[in-house]
């Protein structure tokens, strides 16, 4: 006679969002800890933790920056002053994160004393939220596994309410969430996640992990049989015999399940069975394939080298990786990108700022060396001498035929390379290097004090790029000098800086096209470029910024960045052609 016993696991479930007797939430999985779970999840798999890593990386990529601002240096400290926020304490990154692990995020607006205008944001945590049936409200725990969430001295518990701009108050929060059919008709409370058609296939990593882990430490395998040969103990006996057992050696932590078997035996002694198969190890090979494979799809990664996994029949070159990376770029990267964009635009506008914020784009792999860099070293050397290093035949030039000036409308004031800054830029080195009365530094803080007497110190010293404690103190000394009235500019101080240069009606900026330095002209340049150095050659054909903005080197390139296009300069690329922008401060006669 014998008994056996076998020990069962558990199967993986799909989280139930559902509504609980004396509870104002909408429970978040059977046991309302189902964010847990996932962060779990990601905590014990390398290759699912691996990948939710990657992904956070590519959609931050440089992080948040400014398109346009609008003209203004206060548009640009606007702007400047809300990527503060984004960047503060590692918000953008921890919200994105978020997004990833569990495909929504809440967003805490802070309005002024009055209620009138949104002042900042926070970042709140999304495992940390519950959400009552119908939206209506937003709870806030430290903890909810012990049912003492509720306790706001001991868990910091908070009630919220939907973000609403119509009735501004305390205690909102904005909530992001993507639903899709997986979530079914009665589980929209709570998004899930965009991988958990994979999530079984991650626990099955988890656990394959620990199995081989813990048989090493125990010393049993999966399929062992305990045979106990001294007699059939009773059912309680049994009992004990198996919780005892089990506690110690079931689930991988404790290397697998186990058998026991109870015999009535002359042997006092129990016998240890394996019915392992002797191709296990192959098995776990087959298995462990299957479910990388799986994670991936749940993924929706296009090629595992994008994370540092290479599969077999990819050759893992610089070009498959670049073609890949460009295809997970275009779908998914850039979808959630925007949706993240979308949501810190409109918060944004709230604050004032115009112009467009978006994501810095990120390449997996480099093709090329930054501008910069080729900027210094073809800036560096002529042509004749570059291709002499390089080995290369040398270029031959066309003496250019000069074109006459046609009509002198202007007096040119200042004049500098074109490198990215706008008008306002340019207009405030041009007044900078004119101050005589008062310091750069000072005659900037009068006109922007000027233009905004309300702007806070920390955006003017962010925008000289001075601490704010040398702010203050200029803003003391031009007080005491009678320039300042306080934070408001005197008559005496917006005279001294008309005076020196600033801004009047007949002073604006304009560019010109011209040939780089060390550069021989010659008359191959593209369509583009002699259309744009015949407009050079008449002050009449000077442009301002509005109309560079308009025009098209029909390569679908910015023609602020690569002018005509892309040059080869001795047998190398770079990403731009043989002339520049240049930017004056002119006053017309």
């Not at 203004?72 to 990833?100: C, H, P, W, Y």
């Not at 709230?350 to 900027?375: C, F, H, M, S, W």
Request: net charge neutral; with cysteine.
């Amino acid at each position: 006679m014998s008994n056996v016993i076998t020990i069962k696991f558990e199967n993986h479930k799909i989280p139930e969002f559902k509504e609980v007797k004396n509870k104002n939430w909408v429970y978040y999985g059977e046991d309302n800890m189902y964010p847990e779970y996932l962060i779990s999840l990601a905590l014990r798999s390398a290759k699912h933790g691996a990948i939710l890593d990657g992904k956070v990386n590519y959609i931050y990529g440089g992080g948040l920056q400014v398109v346009s601002a609008g003209a203004s240096l206060t548009a640009k400290a606007n702007a400047n002053a809300f990527i503060r926020q984004v960047n503060k304490d590692g918000f953008l990154r921890k919200m994105i994160q978020d997004f990833e692990w569990f495909n929504g995020f809440f967003i805490e607006p802070i309005f002024n004393k009055a209620g009138s205008k949104i002042t900042s944001i926070n970042y709140i945590p999304f495992s940390k939220i519950r959400v009552s049936a119908d939206e209506s409200k937003y709870f806030y725990s430290n903890d909810w596994i012990n049912e003492k969430g509720t306790q706001p001295e001991k868990t910091g518990y908070k009630e919220f309410t939907p973000f609403d701009l119509e009735k501004p108050s305390a205690n909102q929060l904005y909530y992001y969430k993507i639903l899709s059919p997986k979530n079914g008709k009665d589980r929209n409370v709570y998004p899930c996640p965009e991988y958990i058609g994979a999530c079984a296939s991650i626990e099955t990593d988890i656990e394959i992990a620990n199995f081989h882990l813990n048989n090493i430490k125990s010393g049993f395998s999966a399929g062992t049989f305990i045979n106990f040969n001294n007699g059939v103990p009773t059912q309680e006996m049994q009992d004990a015999i198996e919780k005892q057992i089990k506690k110690k050696f079931q689930g991988t932590d404790k290397a697998g399940a186990v058998t026991l078997t109870f015999n009535n035996s002359a042997d006092n002694a129990p016998t240890i069975t394996s019915a392992q198969p002797n191709d296990l190890d192959k098995q776990f090979i087959e298995i462990g394939k299957r479910v990388e494979q799986d994670i991936f799809t749940g993924h929706k990664i296009t090629s595992p080298m994008l994370f540092g996994v290479k599969t077999e029949g990819q050759l893992g070159g610089r070009a498959e990786m670049i073609d890949a990376f460009e295809l997970f770029q275009n779908t998914y990267i850039d979808i959630r990108q925007k949706m993240i964009e979308e949501v810190l635009n409109q918060f944004a506008a709230l604050q004032g700022v115009t112009g467009r914020l978006e994501i810095k784009r990120v390449q997996a792999v480099q093709n090329k060396l930054p501008d910069a860099v080729y900027q210094r070293v073809y800036d560096a050397y002529p042509v004749d001498q570059l291709a002499e290093i390089l080995g290369l035949p040398k270029v031959k030039t066309v003496q250019p035929v000069l074109m006459s000036k046609q009509e002198d409308l202007y007096e040119v004031l200042f004049e500098r390379d074109f490198n990215g800054e706008s008008d306002e830029d340019t207009l405030s080195a041009f007044r900078m290097s004119f101050a005589k009365e008062l310091s750069a530094s000072e005659r900037a803080i009068v006109d922007l004090l000027s233009k905004d007497s309300l702007m806070p110190s920390k955006d003017i010293a962010s925008v000289l790029k001075i601490d704010v404690s040398e702010v203050n103190s200029i803003i003391e000394s031009l007080g005491s000098g009678g320039y300042l009235d306080g934070t408001e500019a005197t008559k005496k101080g917006v005279k001294v800086v008309e005076e020196e240069g600033a801004k009047t009606e007949n002073i604006e900026v304009k560019y010109k096209y011209v040939w780089r330095p060390n550069i021989s002209p010659d008359g191959n340049s593209r369509g583009f470029c002699k259309e744009q150095l015949e407009k050079t050659a008449s002050q009449t054909g000077w442009m301002s910024r509005s109309e560079i903005d308009n025009l098209s080197n029909d390569q679908d390139l910015k023609v602020w960045d690569s002018r005509g296009g892309w040059w080869n300069k001795g047998g190398a690329n770079v990403p731009y052609c043989r002339h520049l922008w240049k930017a004056m401060v002119v006053r017309k006669k």
